[in-house]
């Protein structure tokens, strides 16, 4: 995902503008204006060629110079890295053309054959071998020139890579001209498409004349900036990062284009900000910190927490305290609730959402499944126990007359506490007085979502956003950089430490089924969670089903085994967790409709089935089923690390602590922050170069906060940086812009 505006090229503008056609550059080249150029104005650019960069999202010339070098992938010419230098035994990098090329069928020795190619530079020849992958022939036709990275072999006397990294950096049909005007330089290595079917090469070929022809850029951001944070001006900045003069000059001309993208961010952030406490009507709360703390009785909030079968943490309180404040403050709340798994952020929310009942308002609790919608209906209700406040669910499963009631009861302020999922968005959905709204991170409010909620009420709903997992500070930033930040960084005591044991071995896991024996024999509960078998929930319930099926006949026979899936029935769901509770059901085999919101003290075992196909947030989420209680609490997780041994690191992390904090730091090492931003709004929070979990790259992040907040203090409406505003706008969707920006 681009965040970058496009211009389809199928749908060109019937006119251009004089100077990108002609190359007369008459001023300073802003992002909007090459984000109105296709890239078929380019002339190195064929229709063809224009379709190709399309299918990979790349349409305009904007799009093309936001497509980066990879991050130290940059081939030296100018020193001639030459086949003849390399020593065997170390990993190398090596520019050669390729001379012969060798494949056939068979096997030997239980490999396959490999695809074997012979490698020349003007120093000498090389063998690569790749197995199992024959597409490397059709790939590495003669006459391809390619980077080629690996550990230096030797096979005969003759140095040879096997199964090296490849980049294709030119390809057989591009012309001679186009490879002699890069030599004796610094080549940048462009992540090619093979689905788009576009080299390196080409790639640098389209970037070099967009780049001559953009000339000088506008630069938005004040000179003054520039020079507090030496930082280079984005012309040259631009200029090195595609055609650097020498390898000193990259890390800078990333750095600044790096700001850049971090500063658009957090600028659009902090406006956001500003936007909703200026346009803000704020529903004051009769709540007082002195609830929390038991000087005032009786009042829900009072009730609830003194009626608590357990003592709040010192997190906790901290929380309410906070969060007390916000309701009775001049302005709505707009607060990111951050905690581990068991940390008691429920208890927090549900009080929260008491302070705004007991003040004559409604509050409305949206999950993102309605398997979550059904479990916390049933936990809110268990832990208001005599407190006389209704709780409703609303999910799409609830129809007829039972919807109409339920709507009808909303809407006259019978019900004072919804739980659903996003129904409740929709239109028919009224409410009498709409005072709380939490919410999960999957599901966090955009402009739409809020400007919906603003139309059910007198004023604007304050707003709780609670995360499933912790994330890096740095994450949050980016991910929720509009909202204030509170962490629950403390368990409840009493809370045991749960035993992690990977185990890849299949010949060792009777170790697992051996402990479920045990532990059910001693009383207690156990879980088996089948693994994630694709998107569809009716093949993962099919097997769940067989697996429980298979358990029941082999390594848990004679044990009272359940089944729980999200396509069951809501009733039969419900009476599933029940029996299992009561303990009439001793294992049950689930998928991940349990990774949240269930509370089972006696469940003392978890075996996670092919744990490698989970990720670390969700594994610890499961884990955190189990040692809710005092008793000493296990989890197994089955499954070897995967061919590329990513799996592995997870297995190993997630077995090596339990704390949250730390597994979602290993998380961003381990994967980027892909995965991170996939719950974000859509466009201006891609990242094309920052790294989160690169140091120098976090530290930008703060400067970007920081130069966003002073600027918007002293000009809210941009209207003295009408450059930043444009460019910020570029990269906003076009209702969202009109939000940050309107007086």
Known sequence: NRSTPTCSASNRPAR??????TGQVASPRTLRDLSLRPVSVLKTVSDRKAAQLELWGVASVLDLLMTFPRKDRYIDRTAKASVAGLDVGTAAAVL??????????????????????TVRDDTGTMEVAFFNQP???????????????????????????????????????????????????????????????????????FVEEALERAGEFLDPLPGEWLASLDLWDRTSAMRAIHGPESLDVIRPARRRLTFDELFRLQLALVLRRRAFEHNARALRHDVSPR????????????????GLPFELTTAQRRALAVIVADLAGPFPMHRLLQGDVGSGKTVVALAALLGAVQSGHQGALMVPTEVLAEQHAVAVRQLLGALDVRVALLTSRVKGKARAQMLADLASGEVSIVVGTHALLTEEVEFSSLGMVVIDEQHRFGVEQRATLRAKGEGDPDLLVMTATPIPRTAAMVIFGDLDLTVLDELPPGRVVVTTKWLPLPADEHIAWDRVRQEVAAGHRAFVVCPLVGDSLRVEARSATEECDRLRAGELAGLRVGLLHGQMAPAAREEAMAQFRRGEIEVLVATTVIEVGVDVPEATVMVVESADRFGIAQLHQLRGRVGRGALASWCFLLGDGGEDGVAGERLAAVEKTTDGFVLAEEDLRLRGEGTLLGARQQGHTDLLLASLSDPDDRFLLTEARRVAEAIVTGDPQLEAHPALADEIKLFLSEDEGEYLFKS
């Open 16 to 21: 251009q503008l004089a100077d990108i056609v």
């Open 96 to 117: 050669a053309q390729v001379q012969r090329v060798r494949s056939s069928g068979g096997h030997n020795r239980n490999r396959k054959v490999p695809v074997t190619v």
């Open 291 to 306: 609830e929390i703390t038991g000087a005032v009785s009786g009042t829900l909030v009072s009730r609830f927490l003194g």
């Open 135 to 205: 597409w490397r022939a059709k790939q590495l036709r003669e006459g391809t020139e390619a980077i080629f990275w690996g550990k230096v072999g030797d096979y005969r006397g003759t140095r040879q890579m096997v199964n090296p990294v490849v980049d294709v950096v030119a390809g057989v049909d591009e012309p001679v001209l186009g490879r002699q005007r890069r030599t004796l330089r610094i080549l940048p290595v462009y992540p090619a498409s093979a689905k788009a079917g576009l080299t390196s090469w080409e790639i640098g070929t």
